[in-house]
């Protein structure tokens, strides 16, 4: 499977730094030649919210590229930290203020 040959050739990388794909490519509309961190920063945040928005990854949770689908699993998990993150940050805020 081209995903399982994925994972092992970045076996010794950590998630957000596997390589993004190089330009020219149909999955490459992030940030070429980046990693899978920059993807998470800038113009390369608003286009991986934007695929995950999209209907196709909505109803089958997978892209034309595999490379691309790999990479969009790991993003929805670390905006969803990201957001549980903040959402935890604001309830602290809350019950603070609530003593105040």
Same mark, same amino acid.
């Given at each position: 499977?081209? &995903?399982?040959?994925?994972?092992?050739? %970045?076996?010794?990388?950590? *998630?957000? $730094? =596997?390589?993004?794909? !190089? !330009?020219? /490519?149909?999955?490459?509309?992030?940030?070429?030649?980046? +990693? %899978? /961190?920059?993807?998470? &920063?800038?113009?390369? +945040?608003? /286009?991986?919210?934007?695929?995950?928005?999209? $209907?196709?990854? /909505?109803? $089958? =949770?997978?892209?034309?590229?595999?490379?691309?689908?790999?990479?969009? $699993? %790991?993003?929805?998990?670390?905006?969803?930290?990201?957001? *549980?993150?903040?959402? &935890?940050?604001?309830?602290?805020?809350?019950?603070?203020?609530?003593?105040?």
């Amino acid at each position: 499977m081209i &995903a399982d040959r994925f994972r092992r050739q %970045w076996r010794g990388l950590a *998630a957000e $730094e =596997r390589p993004l794909p !190089p !330009p020219g /490519r149909a999955d490459s509309g992030l940030v070429a030649y980046g +990693l %899978w /961190r920059d993807g998470l &920063a800038g113009v390369g +945040l608003e /286009r991986t919210r934007e695929l995950l928005r999209s $209907e196709r990854w /909505r109803r $089958e =949770r997978t892209h034309a590229s595999v490379h691309l689908t790999l990479y969009l $699993e %790991w993003a929805d998990g670390v905006l969803r930290q990201r957001e *549980a993150q903040r959402m &935890a940050g604001l309830d602290l805020g809350r019950a603070i203020g609530r003593f105040l």
